[in-house]
């Protein structure tokens, strides 16, 4: 049983890792915490359910084209709700609320346009494939493979190319990074869309096992929050560290206490750990030598 | 503005208002409030029940209203927040004459005995916590199940008629769920069964994994699941997934909806629930799925046909005893004392204000829910 209930905190801890890099691109970039990140995983579900069922559109095609839709908002909403206080050097606690209204916002727009009822997804296949005495289904090892490659490419993005770098600069001080020759406004739209593309890139993924509704974002929102404060904000492999954690303590809690500690237990961790190491698991200093 | 130009502006108002206040006497809107869940994770069903009670208004309104006043409906959005249902209820004497509770089992627990205290009439249509039609409230009344029946009908399918005795109670934590677990394991009990697990969820959760393994590993039979249609869709897909195709699913009548079986797809074939829903055989029924779907595009589900029978039974009722906050104590009354062809069926209460209805067993069958006894 034991396996088994690891391999289920594996699969969920993918999950939230997925959502966890979104906060952490941006993160990475501006210094800052998008509470609407969770909503690009919402509408990513949502519009990915609309173009596979009833526009019949081939998977495939829907996959990018929801990915492009996210990746669009993100760059409109950097561009609508956050570039002036940005480029102002607004308080963080002002951009933090600028996005906690731009998330309220979003989600309405999204209840407004596809109500409240739930979708389902068609899977790549729900019934299960064994290992040993392990049980997966293929859009679950689907949903796993595809959070360690997009974390791979994000990985590879920051610190092996001209772009990160400049968004890594960017992070560390906007101002000298502008200076410097960055251009500003570019980077920032590059790391908004990408980590909305990230978060509409989870919803997809999620919305076969999890069903498409217009709340699923606020459903996931603490625990892949929790999962990028565990991993260390600033580390990109970490989310997959603090997605991990999250997922596996609330399952084996769920599984050998009762259901109903499963989030004290976790949320436990994410304490303890921030107690022995407060920029987490594996957060380094912010400002490093780019 | 001065307090001089304030007296002018009132005093201007008023002028303008009067006239029209004395000319339109007679053709005062009743006012209904459709109190429910618009924004949370019981919309979907707050919102089929605020449908039907509109549907249910342009019908009143187009035969003349209640002896020529128009049916207003005023919504109230709860967010599925108990505390927020206590501000709503203390608001909504002063706004509407009679209310539609379209609520989960917790806001509506919550408001319920202000507007008790306050002497509002409400009609209940998405709640089915057996406490909202046991607590002695007056004004209240209940046009859904009660899980008090409902729980006990499961809990006797599956062990007289499918004759398990190990059987697994999953339950949201919110007051449905709760009421729910609790019945259940009276009714257990009552047959000295003990259910191997009894595990709950929040109404946000989305993985269930944890839960699974363990119904897994105790090998139980069957599993009550008491949520919403989402949960319960969600928990037996993981089901499937982590190989537990075999156990017996057991549910409320919330359940019997186009909804589950379409969200479900085959992982939900073979659920048992309870039915004591709309019978396409009645022709306000029929009329109102029509009316219904070509109006919202969406399938009519019992919640529609509540909102849409709560609606008509309060017109009636406003219709005998009067429109004024003052006859609010003999609608109640009026209320109970409902003989009604809806499109639930005949609606009538019981003592408590609880809706009198047969509940059947159905079983889901090649896509359609089917009655089994």
Redesign the interface.
Known sequence: MLAQVALNGVIVGSIYALVALGFVVVYRSVAMFNFAQTEYYTLGGMLFATLLVVGGVPFLVALVLTVAVGVAVGVLCERLAFRRLLLAQAQPVNLIIASIALAIVLRSIILLAWGPDARRVPSLGDDPIRLAELLITPQQAFIVAATVLAVAAVALFLHRTRLGLALRATASNRMVAGLMGVPLTSVLALSFGLSAGLGALGGILVAPILLAQFSMGQAILVKAFAAAILGGLASIPGVIVGGLVVGLAENVAGAYLSSAYKDVVAFAVLLLVLAARPAGILGGRVDDKV | MSIRGLRWGMLVAAVLVLPLTASSQAKRPVVIGVMGD????V??YS?ASLQGAMIAMDEINAVGGIKGSPVQIKQYDDRNDPVEGVTLAKRLGDEVLAVIVASASSPTLSAGPVLDRAGIPFVTTVAANPAVTESGWKFVNRLHLSDRDQVERVVQYATENDRFTKIAILYD?SDYGVGGRDIALKALARRSLTPPVV????Q????F???I??VK?TGAEGVIIWGT??GA??IV??M????LDKVRVYGGGGLVSQ?YV????K?VEGTIATWAYVDPAVPRAKDLGDKYEQRFK?KMDVFVAQGYDALHVLAQAVDKAGQSPSDRLKIASAIRATRYQGAVGEVTFDDNGQNVRKIYIARLDGGKFVVVK
């Open positions: 618009f924004s949370g994770p919309a979907p919102t934590t595990e709950g969820w929040k946000t959760d989305a993985d994994s944890s839960q393994v363990k590993a249609v989402e869709v969600r897909q993981q499937r997934s982590l190989g909804k379409d969200l479900g797809g992982a969406r």
